[in-house]
């Protein structure tokens, strides 16, 4: 990003910018609006984020479940690797852009309610488990839900809420990725410890296919917006990933990924191995700091979203210094000599991984255009499940084994400092990304 050229490039973005747009949107003025306030807009953010809790417990329960599983079934950190990684992170991207073409050019709702049945189903499943094979499958299953649950959320509250709300629309639907974790670490490592771990998977199912029933009755009709393109959408979405704003969005969004998936992958186990803590106790210490500092970052980071929105400048600023943060204190956290301080030295991480989410997903609506928001929100969790949860559990579950089979101590801490690189990665894209979307808004 630096020379002559490299200083003319968002020079030329701007001045071409018009031009695109026109091509790139030909029907926008078919989008009618259609915002929803007071109880209304109450009861509709209220069930996504009932979903949103939902699909978080969901996904991360065999991360606190992993030690009884693995010992239950023989299971070697590789393939709890593969099990909480791989397995559902290339299912889950390879159907998200069918799911969000289904969003956007059809009912979000819909597809947000099947959804919600198919990864509740599976994730029940799961609780039958006899073999490696059979629970892969199962997470695979997760992921087919789950792939469309985003897209079609964020579609729903761009036809529905009003631009000038939508950050923190998203922060309150967001809300219940920490809070859903932190009910799945600190539940699930209670239900683990008291019944086993298949109980704490049958049940979390049953309750997801509850959820999904009340948010077909809550969130209410919604129709197709009738806009057509002219481009495939496959190919509507690669013309998207050639503008400079939104490609380093997606890498900023790959980044992310790399830190975080790891990071919950094996964040309580590294405490039980290294510091002795039980399932009950990492869960409890893991899932509730998470869950309070998931709770600040959304919140905050969707009503600072909607502010530089309105000023027009630093859209990735905040979230920049915040990665940067946590790639220094959650590389001291993997060499803290005690329990208590490495707990607390993550905490930077699991802030920043949630401040993201209105900053990311409100980035992409704007970059993407209207009608095209689930298509965008899509692209952005490709990015964020493909590389990271598919290679950064797997590597760290490798390292791990070659380094206790060599007989280092703290095998897992060291693979764990994968996190704190990719940490930093995403805070150098963050930056860049700011400057491309600050150049071509102005």
């Known amino acids: ?29 078919d989008i009618k609006a259609d915002h929803v306030t007071g109880l209304r807009a109450a009861v509709l953010l209220g069930a996504l984020f009932l979903v949103s809790v939902f ?13 009884a599983i693995k010992a239950e079934l023989g ?20 159907l998200s852009l069918p ?31 006899t073999g490696f094979a059979f629970l892969a499958m199962t997470r695979l299953g997760v992921a087919v839900g789950e792939a469309g649950a985003v897209p079609s959320a964020h579609a729903l509250i761009a036809r529905r809420i009003r631009p000038e709300r939508r950050g923190m629309a998203i922060g309150i639907f967001s809300v219940g990725i920490p809070l859903g974790a932190m009910a799945g670490f ?98 409890l210490a893991f899932g509730l700091l998470q869950g309070l500092a998931g709770i600040a970052g959304t919140l905050l980071g969707g009503r600072s979203f909607d502010r530089v929105v309105r000023s027009r400048h630093g859209y990735l600023r ?15 956290a993997l060499v803290a000599p005690v329990g208590w301080l490495a707990v607390a ?3 930077p991480a699991m802030f920043a991984f949630t401040f993201i989410l209105p900053f990311a997903f409100g980035s992409v609506h704007l970059v993407a255009g209207p009608g095209r928001e689930a298509m965008g929100s899509s692209l952005a969790l490709i990015g964020v499940s493909l590389i990271g949860p598919a290679l950064g559990p797997l590597l760290v579950g490798m390292i791990s084994d070659r380094a206790t089979a060599a007989g280092i101590p703290n095998g897992l801490g060291i693979g ?27």
């Open 75 to 94: 299971l070697s950190d590789t393939q709890i690797g593969i099990i909480t990684g791989i397995a559902f992170a290339v299912c889950y991207a390879l």
């Open 416 to 442: 764990l400092m994968i996190v704190p690189v990719a940490s930093g990665l995403a805070a150098l894209a963050c930056r860049t990304a700011d400057r491309w979307m600050a150049a071509s808004r102005h």
């Open 318 to 332: 905040l979230p920049s210094f915040l990665f940067a943060l946590a790639g220094v204190t959650t590389a001291a």
């Open 345 to 347: 030295l993550m905490a």
């Open 186 to 283: 600190g539940i699930g490592g209670a239900v683990s410890d008291a019944w086993g771990w298949r109980t704490a998977l049958v049940g979390a199912g049953a309750m997801g296919v509850g959820v999904a029933l009340l948010a077909a009755l809550a969130i209410g009709s919604t129709p197709a917006l009738g806009r057509r393109s002219d481009r495939p959408y496959l190919v509507e979405s690669l013309h998207l990933l050639r503008q400079p704003a939104f490609r380093w969005l997606f890498i900023c969004a790959a980044a992310t990924g790399l830190a975080a998936a790891p990071f919950f992958a094996f964040g309580a186990p590294f405490l039980m191995r290294s510091h002795g803590f039980s399932a009950t106790e990492a869960g």
């Open 1 to 29: 990003m630096t020379g002559p050229r490299a200083a003319r490039l968002p020079e030329q973005e701007v001045a071409s910018a018009p031009s695109r747009s026109a091509q790139r949107h030909p029907a926008e003025s």
């Open 55 to 67: 699909a978080q417990i969901d996904r991360i329960l065999p991360f606190i479940l992993a030690e």
């Open 99 to 129: 799911l969000a073409r289904m969003a956007d050019r059809g009912s979000p709702r819909r597809v947000l309610v099947a959804c919600t049945l198919a990864w509740s189903g599976m994730t029940a499943l799961g609780g039958l488990a």
